[in-house]
């Protein structure tokens, strides 16, 4: 099989690809061949050694795959070999074969999307726990997303309107801007242009968002949260930017609001029956047409270390695969 290595901790050009022996499952576990394997920012920060969970050198890096099951370990039911499935994994997914726990696998539907699939269940069961399960997003309440045009703030920007909100969309550049208008963002700001704290007032009427969902932090974390509405819901999804901000609380007292961590991956682990649940929600919208992932790009495991850049870089819109 062929895998992308990180064989020391650094920058995304410091992978390789090397060839080792098959995957071969133990017990509970299958080996999935991989059709399409999600990057996330994760990804990124684990190959920096940056991030929560880090794995022993040297690993293959990637987390999200769909492909088909390719053998069945002892003690495995319910998934036989040639079976189509998406499986969230700690590490080995950008590879052609990656071993996942037969728990950890989803069965699809004959003629899914491996892309769309690979890219779906991170970033949208994110989105989903923190606008719901952390956030309390009613129908009607207003919600601001940062970052809009990323993976995880594209699935925040559609999850919003599933859930009858006005949802403002704010990220970098115009383009971005525009995708995010065709996923049913209402309004836009872009913020490397326009003042943010005078755009959230225009357009909420001085009153501000209920809901801030922030996978960004850095420099406009501050000015959003001056920005909030009352009795509103900061939430603190992740840091983008690579720079954690640092919120004066006295702004939290006087507008009631509220900061609210948002980590998902435990969530899943802590709360695993509420997160199927969620999972069941959404993969519904997705049959009803209500969710549409974005794949923005395709690339191959040589071409693995510049997929990572481009999202270190904020060159990417919606979700990018690499495809074995």
């Known amino acids: 099989m062929r895998a992308v290595r990180c064989n020391r901790y650094g920058p995304p050009d410091m992978l390789v690809v090397e060839t080792l022996p098959d995957a071969r499952p133990g017990t509970g576990e299958v080996t999935i061949e991989v059709k399409a394997a999600s990057v996330n920012y994760p990804d990124l920060l684990v190959i920096e050694n940056k991030y929560q969970f880090q794995p022993e050198l040297p690993f293959t890096p990637g987390c999200e795959v769909a492909g088909v099951v390719r053998d069945v370990g002892p003690g495995?039911?319910?998934?036989?070999?040639?079976?189509?499935?998406?499986?969230?994994?700690?590490?080995?997914?950008?590879?052609?074969?990656?071993?996942?726990?037969?728990?950890?696998?989803?069965?699809?539907?004959?003629?899914?999307?491996?892309?769309?699939a690979a890219a779906f269940t991170l970033a949208y069961s994110t989105s989903y726990h923190a606008l719901v399960d952390r956030g309390s997003?009613?129908?009607?309440?207003?919600?601001?997303?940062?970052?809009?045009a990323g993976g995880v703030g594209l699935a925040a920007v559609e999850i919003g309107k599933a859930l009858g909100a006005r949802v403002i969309a704010a990220a970098s550049s115009d383009a971005k801007l525009a995708v995010c208008r065709e996923h049913g963002a209402d309004a836009t700001i872009q913020y490397e242009r326009e003042d943010l704290r005078e755009r959230i007032a225009a357009l909420t009427g001085g009153r501000g968002p209920d809901v801030i969902y922030d996978p960004v932090g850095g420099r406009f974390a501050e000015p959003a949260f001056r920005s909030i509405g009352?009795?509103?819901?900061?939430?603190?999804?992740?840091?983008?930017?690579?720079?954690i901000p640092r919120l004066p609380l006295n702004l939290a007292l006087l507008r009631?609001?509220?900061?609210?961590?948002?980590?998902?991956?435990?969530?899943?682990?802590?709360?695993?029956?509420?997160?199927?649940?969620?999972?069941?929600?959404?993969?519904?919208?997705?049959?009803?047409?209500?969710?549409?992932?974005?794949?923005?790009?395709?690339?191959?495991?040589e071409d693995t270390p510049r997929a990572l850049r481009d999202m270190a870089e904020r060159r990417v819109t919606g979700k990018i695969v690499v495809v074995p």
């Open 230 to 243: 009352w009795r509103g819901r900061y939430l603190v999804v992740g840091f983008a930017n690579g720079e």
């Open 76 to 116: 495995v039911s319910g998934l036989r070999r040639g079976m189509p499935v998406a499986a969230l994994v700690r590490t080995g997914g950008f590879a052609d074969q990656v071993l996942a726990p037969a728990d950890a696998c989803a069965r699809l539907p004959e003629g899914t999307d491996y892309a769309i």
């Open 137 to 148: 997003l009613a129908a009607g309440e207003t919600l601001l997303v940062l970052g809009a």
């Open 256 to 301: 009631g609001a509220s900061i609210v961590g948002v980590f998902w991956g435990e969530f899943a682990r802590r709360e695993s029956e509420r997160n199927h649940a969620d999972l069941e929600r959404l993969v519904g919208w997705l049959s009803e047409g209500k969710l549409r992932p974005r794949i923005s790009a395709r690339y191959s495991l």
